[in-house]
């Protein structure tokens, strides 16, 4: 085994994941589509050591990360042919952890790679993206630059790779740096087994992944728009449809939402999402991304991304 330091940035799914078909497996229910964006990098750093720990934004992670980071790293290990050293990772993440803007994501995208290169795995991009949905699912979207479709289906067709896009710029809107009370792992669960709607979910969100690849593939904007934001209410409805009922939206991120739909009314192309916490990011275009940004300033910092690059190893670390 030797050491390795690898980055990867979050993702926006545009349509969304929201439950499984397999969760040893993490294989979703539905197909969903993403985009990676070009900023809140995490940094991850691994080698060998005598037995697996992990050091979160310079402090050690709790018990249950570190659980769930050593059992990836089994996962890894067995793909390495196993009797495999355990490992000493470090992380660090530019973005609020667990504040919905999909720190699990861009943080497993960067451990899979990282790790891969660790423990001497040579892996197609596709085989690094069902690796990284392994340790989360969102995490196999991160692996792939720009606009990226994610693959239900079995594990060795379940994974994320590159689909033809316009240029899209996103406006994330921080409303909240709090770390949400129910994980989504937990809360998909919840909407799985509880909700009524579950199953209209999972066939209508088929139908939109396909729907979204059609839009991004013929550049039509309004149409991506629009799916992205029906998406996401949809999700945040299923949600609120479960027992116990669960909202990770607040009254600010409504509050948001009207103003992009004035923003609409008023000729910009923009369209909000939201996932499983209260902060609202923007869909929109070059052109209008300044715009968007400045009408959207008095509700936050805003940040404006756009699309990024998929994990990669760290430059200018010692990757050996
Ligand atoms: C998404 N989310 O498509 C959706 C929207 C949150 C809201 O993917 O259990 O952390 O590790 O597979 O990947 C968050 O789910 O869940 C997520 P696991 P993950 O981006």
């Not at 539905?30 to 720990?53: F, G, R």
């Not at 960067?110 to 690796?131: F, Q, T, V, W």
């Not at 692996?143 to 067709?157: E, K, M, Y």
């Not at 909240?176 to 999972?202: H, L």
Request: negative net charge; proline residues 6%.
């Amino acid at each position: 085994m030797r050491r390795a330091s690898a980055q990867a940035n979050p993702n926006i799914a545009l349509i969304k994941y929201w439950g499984k078909a397999d969760e040893d497996l993490i294989l979703p229910a539905a197909p969903s589509v993403s985009l990676t964006l070009d900023q809140y990098p995490t940094t991850t750093h691994i080698e060998p050591a005598a037995k697996d720990s992990f050091e979160l934004n310079g402090r050690p992670a709790s018990e249950k990360e570190t659980a769930r980071v050593s059992a990836f790293l089994d996962v890894v290990r067995e793909w390495a042919g196993g009797h495999q050293p355990h490992a000493a990772v470090r992380s660090v993440n530019e973005a609020p952890t667990g504040a919905g803007l999909a720190s699990s994501a861009s943080g497993f995208a960067a451990l899979a790679l990282a790790a891969a290169h660790a423990y001497g795995l040579d892996l197609s991009p596709r085989d690094l993206s069902r690796l990284a949905r392994r340790g989360s699912g969102s995490a196999a979207r991160s692996i792939v630059s720009g606009v990226a479709l994610w693959h239900a289906g079995t594990d060795a067709d379940s994974f994320a790779e590159p689909i033809p896009a316009p240029e899209m710029r996103m406006v994330v809107v921080p409303l909240s740096k709090t770390r949400k009370k129910v994980s989504s792992r937990e809360a998909m669960r919840i909407s799985r087994e509880t909700s009524p709607y579950y199953e209209a979910w999972v066939r209508t969100t088929r139908a939109m992944s396909e729907e979204m690849v059609e839009a991004c593939a013929a550049g039509d904007f309004a149409r991506i728009g629009a799916l992205t934001e029906s998406s996401a209410w949809r999700m945040h409805g299923l949600i609120a449809s479960s027992a116990p009922v669960i909202r990770y939206l607040t009254p600010a991120s409504v509050e948001v939402f009207d103003a992009v739909s004035q923003l609409r009314e008023d000729g910009l192309a923009a369209y909000g999402t939201a996932d499983a916490g209260a902060n609202v990011v923007v869909l929109t275009t070059p052109d209008d991304a300044a715009a968007v940004a400045t009408g959207l300033s008095e509700y936050g910092d805003v940040t404006v991304c756009g699309p990024g690059e998929g994990a990669r190893l760290e430059p200018g670390a010692r990757n050996e």
